[in-house]
């Protein structure tokens, strides 16, 4: 097993009709062993942005809190929050710093930018962007992450749907995959609320 | 009288080439199997049994108590990372007061369970009883020793009930046989066997018993990444072996561990009973 399957993750965001959705599994194991069942992988950076890192859960750790305190300091130059498409080029840039020694994670980013429009990307461990327009993926179950994904997403879909849908894409997803799973946490953010729910799944 | 020594053979496979065994018995020697033809045959040996090496991944347990054997499994096959099936059959059938468990290469457990029943059986003809579950796991051990350093993978538990009462062993691929009271193989076991053994006594019912063994391997599917699905429980008694239960974990988690309902809902339902 690689580094990368050594703690167990899974974590996908959604575009949606004036929205997103960000969602990842629970589990935080040792290999085969489960130890948590309650790991956070999904933090606030603000009210508009939401990162999501999977892969080894010390680096998922250690990075957010680095990237907190970047946009904090940026908070205190600028006087503003972060925009979401700056803010995956902060992170890309901070992965790129250490592209001889990398953090050995895949950030899952998604926020709201100018005029409500939301954004979501993704980035492999030393910050190539994937922007995409629709879902992103990433974690040891994203084979099967994507292909639930693809048949279940449609595009304009309302905050509700959009968590069913991404729900439904999680919990199947991870009932496929013996590394991630144990429940699961999904953020909707609309440009009014934030709205976070804790899903029942399967527990083996 | 000639004694039935078709038991004791126990000769390497002839290295077939595509020779045949028509003119022999097939199931009274050992099967034979045709060797792959490569340049590099320890190699291709290696890369075998590292194959078959991930799929112990699985929780099976035994144990003897006061009224027989009980026997239970979970039902997940995984590859590496991967789930490829919740509903696998990990207790085996070998006959009807006898059972076997599955760790290891699925293919292996099948086919060599299968093969055991059929001796099983021609004994049962020949000497006109029953085997005993200790000769059934002595035939089993005595098979797998001969394939030994082959690349089979199998981890499994012989339980019956014969004239001497309830019997369990435990064999593996690299021809051990073992017997005991209380067994449990693959890579769930160390949390199956927390709670079996804090949990045992030899005076259990059989209700008793069986919810034991359920939560067993409940505890171990909960922890390990390669156990899940399906947990079964089979009960061995004098007139043989009966399925108790098949619980899918998952449900079985929330049985046990019910998720309090949210206030929002505890007093939306005060409001309706007014």
């Not at chain 2, 171990?220 to 156990?227: I, L, Q, V, W």
């Not at chain 2, 009960?235 to 561990?257: A, F, I, Q, R, T």
Request: glycine share 10%.
């Amino acid at each position: 097993m690689s580094i990368f399957e050594y703690n167990g993750s899974a974590v996908v965001a959604m575009v949606g009709k004036n929205c997103f959705a960000i969602a990842s599994d629970r589990r935080l194991g040792v290999q085969l062993q489960t130890i948590a069942t309650d790991f956070q992988r999904i933090s606030k950076i603000h009210d508009r942005v939401f990162i999501a890192l999977s892969g080894l859960a010390t680096d998922v750790q250690t990075l957010y809190q680095r990237l907190v305190f970047r946009h904090k300091l940026y908070q205190l130059r600028e006087e503003r929050d972060m925009k979401p498409e700056t803010f995956a080029s902060l992170v890309s840039a901070i992965l790129y710093e250490k592209r001889f020694g990398p953090y050995l994670c895949q950030p899952v980013i998604a926020g709201l930018g100018e005029d409500d429009k939301p954004f979501i990307c993704t980035m492999d461990s030393i910050g190539a962007k994937e922007l995409a327009k629709d879902f992103v993926v990433s974690g040891t179950a994203s084979e099967s992450l994507y292909g639930a994904c693809e048949a279940m997403y449609k595009p304009d879909m309302e905050a509700e749907e959009l968590f069913e849908t991404i729900s439904q894409a999680l919990l199947s997803s991870v009932d496929r995959d013996c590394l991630s799973g144990w429940g699961g946490h999904v953020y909707v953010v609309t440009p009014t609320e934030i709205k976070e729910r804790i899903l029942k799944g399967r527990m083996d | 009288m000639k004694l039935d020594t078709s038991g004791f053979e126990t000769s390497m496979p002839t290295i077939g080439f595509g020779s045949s065994n028509d003119m022999l018995d097939g199931f009274s020697t050992v099967p034979s199997f045709d060797l792959p033809r490569t340049t590099d045959f320890d190699g291709f040996q290696k890369e075998a049994v590292q194959m078959v090496k991930p799929a112990k991944g699985t929780t099976t347990l035994a144990f003897i108590f006061k009224e027989g054997v009980m026997v239970a499994a979970d039902s997940r096959a995984s590859m590496g990372g991967y789930i490829s099936s919740q509903s696998v059959k990990k207790i085996i059938e070998i006959n009807p007061y006898m059972l076997g468990t599955m760790a290891g290469g699925a293919a292996d457990c099948q086919f060599w369970h299968r093969n055991l029943g059929i001796k099983c059986r021609l004994h049962e003809l020949a000497n006109k009883r029953r085997i005993s579950v200790s000769g059934a796991s002595k035939l089993l051990a005595n098979m797998l020793y001969s394939y030994r350093g082959m690349g089979l993978s199998v981890g499994t538990m012989i339980a019956g009930w014969d004239e001497t009462g309830p019997g369990l062993y435990y064999v593996d691929n690299e021809g051990g046989r073992l017997k005991g009271d209380r067994f449990s193989v693959g890579s769930g076991s160390p949390y199956a066997y927390g709670v079996l053994d804090s949990g045992y006594k030899f005076d259990m019912t059989v209700e008793e018993a069986s919810e034991l063994a359920r939560r067993s391997i409940y505890h171990a599917t909960f922890r390990d990444g390669a156990s899940g699905g399906v947990a079964s429980v089979y009960h061995v008694g004098p007139n043989g072996w009966k399925k108790l239960s098949g619980d899918d974990v998952g449900e079985l988690h929330y049985h046990y561990y019910p998720v309090p309902p949210a206030i929002a809902e505890q007093v939306m339902e005060e409001a309706a009973a007014e």
